[in-house]
């Protein structure tokens, strides 16, 4: 059974880091693309990173993303993570893992992607 299941969501300040966690299961990430995405209460879910290791390896991020986000595999434990530094208000929002997608034409898009975790909260207070 394919499985993906997230943490390291929680409430912090402008400014703070957090480094949040997908563990997968039923598949392998060192042979996958895999993605973050991210949800706030009333808007559409959005990329924010993804990674390929196929080919030599390749990451991208949503401008939004850019300079401040990093994503990571741990191949040996079949993890992906998402590295959040000086974190804002609008980063807020429900993060979810997401793999078995593709990135097309430098977007990542959620409609690509066919397996998805449950989702682990982010807050950022001002």
């Known amino acids: 059974q394919v499985r993906l299941v997230e943490s390291g969501g929680d409430s912090v300040q402008a400014g703070g880091s957090l480094r949040l966690s997908c563990a997968a299961s039923?598949?392998?990430?060192?042979?996958?693309?895999v993605g973050w995405f991210r949800q706030a209460p009333g808007k559409e879910r959005e990329g924010v990173a993804a990674?390929?290791?196929?080919?030599?390896?390749?990451?991208y991020y949503a401008d939004s993303a850019k300079r401040r986000f990093t994503i990571s595999l741990d191949n040996a434990k079949n993890m992906v993570y998402l590295q959040m530094n000086n974190l804002k208000p609008e980063d807020t929002g429900m993060y979810y893992c997401?793999?078995?997608?593709?990135?097309?034409?430098?977007?990542?898009?959620?409609?690509?992607?066919?397996?998805w975790g449950q989702g682990t909260q982010v807050t950022v207070s001002s």
């Open positions: 039923g598949l392998s990430v060192s042979s996958n693309c």
């Open positions: 997401a793999a078995d997608g593709d990135v097309v034409v430098g977007r990542i898009l959620p409609e690509v992607f066919r397996t």
């Open positions: 990674i390929y290791t196929i080919g030599g390896g390749s990451t």
